[in-house]
């Protein structure tokens, strides 16, 4: 038997792709004021670069410590910051979960993400990984913590919304 | 537990990947005869760019409403049409089941296709989310209605083959 | 019933799923020492263009006959060979198993790498399918052949480590 298989049951392994899929699709819907209930109260989000995780360094791009951080984000976004708007499309493959220490499930997996513009052809955007903690709170999961590690340094113009 | 983790079967779930997988197979692998074989016959498949679907627009940048439709369609593409050949290459993920009222299943699901001119580098070609309903036919599922809604309104030239 | 669907096990398609998962997540991680062990000792490693593959013309861009030509392969990269590093990201998808002939599972995916040097954006790279043969080796699933078949006759730049 390959162990690493048979650590998360069948059950959990879908449960935990079509957490991401919703996940993906109300990001890619633009249904921000829903986002911030994919996470738990105590959560931690954060976007770092891979050079800085990588190597340890504690800078991130964005970090927010609980969901009252995200719910003020998405008020920012749709409220107050202004940009230009653009449509997000997710890509996320090669889910990996195992059960973590202490209950739920260490998750790793890759994403991509397409960005569109008004009046712009579609275009990579970001790509990188999830290395993210999924807990099970009352029958539904939700994310206690998610990292989003992205490979370039560089992105284009500024990051709006979420990854 | 997770009420929308469990309303499609595990069975169904991976059957419907596989249609999709199946499906993707099939164009690019360029077998454009055997396209239409995932549709019934009284099928819809229309092209629409996002900001007209979601306004509720009816403008389709293709739309045909039977299989008898898309095979006129690939006669026009393998036969008539004047084009420069190019390869898709489609990733779809994210896809999300649940029963259909009236039978079948509602499905949608991110794609992103990658184009591949002749002398040419990959590049991202188009971008959006499929809003599809599927049916049994005798064992087989089937595509009874597919929406490919499409983020950007401008496309690298023109769309010839599906997508 | 979807004769196709039933043919492999739910759960050898769940652990196919995390073989390329975790073939995945170690190329971007770039362990490139332990990308061997994902094949068995007598494999077979092939970058085929599309072209090349489709016309049955037998050249290849890479071509390893073994584990240990794959390990030579690696001291290549990580010891000798002089190039710029870059990231790579691996979206798999698309997976399609059925058993071969002789045991283990055939198996083809699309797959698309997205590229980020350092200091610039994430781009396209490299987009094709797999065409694999998957055995399973005392409980743990490894690829005898695995070729990569890529959509363009183009390479950004030379092709270094492994798709």
Redesign the interface.
């Known amino acids: 038997?390959?162990?690493?298989?048979?650590v998360v049951s069948?059950?959990d392994?879908?449960?935990i792709e079509?957490l991401?899929?919703?996940y993906?699709?109300c990001l890619?819907d633009a249904r921000f004021t829903e986002w911030p209930e994919f996470f738990t109260d105590d959560c931690t989000y954060r976007v770092v670069p891979?050079e800085n995780y990588d190597r340890g360094l504690p800078l991130s791009t964005l970090a927010f410590e609980s969901k009252g951080m995200l719910r003020d984000r998405v008020y920012a976004i749709t409220e107050t910051l202004f940009h230009e708007p653009y449509?997000q499309?997710?890509?996320?493959?090669?889910?990996?979960a195992e059960p973590a220490d202490g209950g739920g499930f260490r998750v790793?997996a890759?994403y991509?993400v397409?960005r569109?513009k008004?009046?712009?052809?579609?275009?990579?955007?970001?790509?990188?990984?999830y290395v993210d903690h999924i807990v099970d709170v009352t029958?539904?999961?939700r994310f206690r913590e998610k990292l989003c590690i992205f490979?370039?340094?560089?992105i284009?113009n500024s990051m709006i919304y979420p990854l």
Chains 1, 2, 3 share one sequence.
């Open positions: 038997m390959n162990a690493a298989a048979t069948v059950e392994r879908l449960r079509e991401y899929a919703r993906a699709a890619d891979r449509h499309r997710h890509l996320i493959t090669g889910i990996l790793r890759n991509l397409i569109t008004s009046g712009s052809l579609s275009e990579v955007y970001n790509a990188g990984r029958g539904a999961l490979d370039s340094e560089l284009p």
